[in-house]
């Protein structure tokens, strides 16, 4: 009898009603992340010719994921060496971490001689920000507010709000030349209260891959200096931009030299493959070893509710590479065969629009831009053309994923773009 009337009581409720009662009613449909939503409709598409622009994750000339053969070789040596698996400490594996500071900062730096970097190891780049916009949120004694170049990583922008800073913005992108708006991100920066923490993409900026000369470099240092500003580097694609791991790291030993405190954000996703292993490092230039062994134990306070202590193995793996001399000149040969591949799509594409096709509009932008990525200058219509009549897909603004592109899709490429410009798709 309880039975037949509990069943008329479930079936009664119709399902609007069951959802009303539900503790999480009223949660909202969150937005689809643009990213995803090129990469589903990819995925859909049964074209042959189909290219996906979208995703920023390096491919090989056959257009397939590539594990490089440095890192294939540091697995094998750390599988003899029969590692246990236990916990990392808080801020992870020290040889990793000091080998990832020498890495960004260079043998000569000053503050790396004198033991005055505080560094640990973050889930890749995504949480080197989030524990750098943490620690600034808690211990930062001035203004919690941190500018942001536009445009920007889409991720920087929750990522630091949610840290609890408050998000401004710089000029930085000049739709009209498709270059770098240098007075404007110099006259952005002037006008910025004293003591606010700057966000700089340390090379290959995402998502314009419009990076500043050294001379500019130098001008934002001097900018900084004079305002009292806190630069905060992102970088994500040290030796992957240029194929020099000391190029791509110049701003941000520029500014150490130049007597700037700095943190620094890196990731080793791009330069070493290593996407699903998220190995990363966050480091605060600091005073003395005193000064650093106190950032030391309020990082540790950070890190320890965030997710206790980081992956292993991706560490040891950077680890191995950064620490064998052997196998770090076979990773800064493969990190430059990398970039030069990326450097030759540029090229190629930028020869068949001016030269073979003579494609309306100027296209220099595409190869001085570095890096992934690429603001191809392509407005919404045109990209929406291309997706939906010559199957490539890439954001509604223009940005592509250079490493999509290779030999046997390039000029395919190129030719759908001129027909997208002369409206004939």
Known sequence: MLQ?????????VNASALRSLSTWASVAQGPPDPILGISEAFKADKDPRKINLGVGAYRDEHGKP????????????????????????????????????????????????????SVTQSISGTGALRIGGAFFARHYPHAKAIYLPTPTWGNHIPLFRDSGLEVRSYRYFNKETIGLDFEGLKADLLAAPEHAIVLLHACAHNPTGIDPTPEQWATISDIVKERKLFPFFDMAYQGFASGNIARDAFAVRHFVAQGHQVAVAQSFAKNMGLYGERTGAFSLTVADPEEKARVDSQLKIVIRPMYSNPPAHGARIASQILGDPALYAQWETEV???????????????????????????????????GMFSYTGLKPDQTKALAEKAHIYMTSEGRISMAGLNGGNVEYFAESVDSAVRGKL
């Open 66 to 117: 590539y594990v490089l053969q440095s890192v294939k070789k540091a697995e094998e040596a750390i599988a003899a060496q029969n590692v246990d698996k236990e916990y990392l400490g808080i801020t992870g594996l020290p040889e990793f971490t000091a080998r990832a500071a020498l890495l960004a900062y260079g043998a000569e730096s000053d503050p790396l001689t004198r033991g005055a970097i």
């Open 4 to 12: 037949a009337v509990a069943r008329r009581t479930v079936t009664g």
């Open 336 to 370: 430059k065969g990398m970039a030069d591949r990326i450097i030759s799509m540029r090229e190629k594409i930028y020869s068949i629009l001016t030269h073979d096709l003579k494609t309306p509009g100027t296209w220099d932008h595409i190869k001085n831009q570095i």
